[in-house]
T-cell receptor, first 115, second 111 residues
């Protein structure tokens, strides 16, 4: 298995532009997570899905952020409009179903820079 | 919700020394405590985890201890090597697969 796949790996955009980050989870994993990592705030959970259904989006910073999971093998995180403070590394992770004791497998991340 | 505090934020040791990283959590219902290692520019990867029905777990040079009463858990690395240099994150889970991460500890092992 190739592991969790994210694209693009790097994104540089200008303030006000729309940004779409993509994630392909490990096949067979029922949970998908989107995290944001910054030096100041560490690893923050933005939203997670179970069987393609959003379960908790309380970590999404504001309405400019949205996430979808149209099928079991694909998810997107969209920022519209983007702002410089959105600059961060965004990780997608997936996990198999279970009793909460399961490892989360992280993708390589997307480094977003908003100028 | 759950809150996880991690200390120290940075830790420098000499090769061969031991390193200890400590975390506290707020919700007594948390029952799963993994540790992730993140090398520079790489993704976080699980290195060891412990469940609430176990007090200690060891894997070669790495061990984790859990004190449920005090609501804290620690990562112990013995005989540190330069390749142990990385950022280490503790996390706590209330179940259902979600994790609350600590802010991370940057470990630097000098040859």
């Amino acid at each position: 298995d190739a592991g969790v796949i994210q694209s693009p790996r790097h994104e540089v955009t200008e303030m006000g532009q729309e940004v779409t980050l993509r994630c392909k989870p490990i096949s067979g994993h029922d949970y998908l997570f989107w995290y944001r990592q910054t030096m100041m705030r560490g690893l923050e959970l933005l939203i997670y899905f179970n069987n393609n259904v959003p379960i908790d989006d309380s970590g999404m910073p504001e309405d400019r952020f949205s996430a979808k999971m149209p099928n079991a093998s694909f998810s997107t995180l969209k920022i519209q409009p983007s702002e410089p403070r959105d600059s961060a590394v965004y990780f997608c992770a997936s996990s198999p179903a279970g009793r909460g004791y399961n490892e989360q497998f992280f993708g390589p991340g997307t480094r977003l820079t908003v100028l | 919700g759950e809150n996880v505090e991690q200390h120290p934020s940075t830790l420098s040791v000499q090769e061969g020394d031991s390193a200890v990283i400590k975390c506290t959590y707020s919700d007594s219902a948390s029952n799963y405590f993994p540790w992730y290692k993140q090398e520079l520019g790489k993704r976080p990867q699980l290195i060891i985890d412990i469940r609430s029905n176990v007090g200690e777990k060891k894997d070669q040079r790495i061990a984790v201890t859990l004190n449920k009463t005090a609501k804290h858990f620690s990562l112990h690395i013995t005989e540190t090597q330069p390749e142990d240099s990385a950022v280490y994150f503790c996390a706590a889970s209330l179940g259902y697969s979600t994790l609350t991460f600590g802010k991370g500890t940057m470990l630097l092992v000098s040859p």
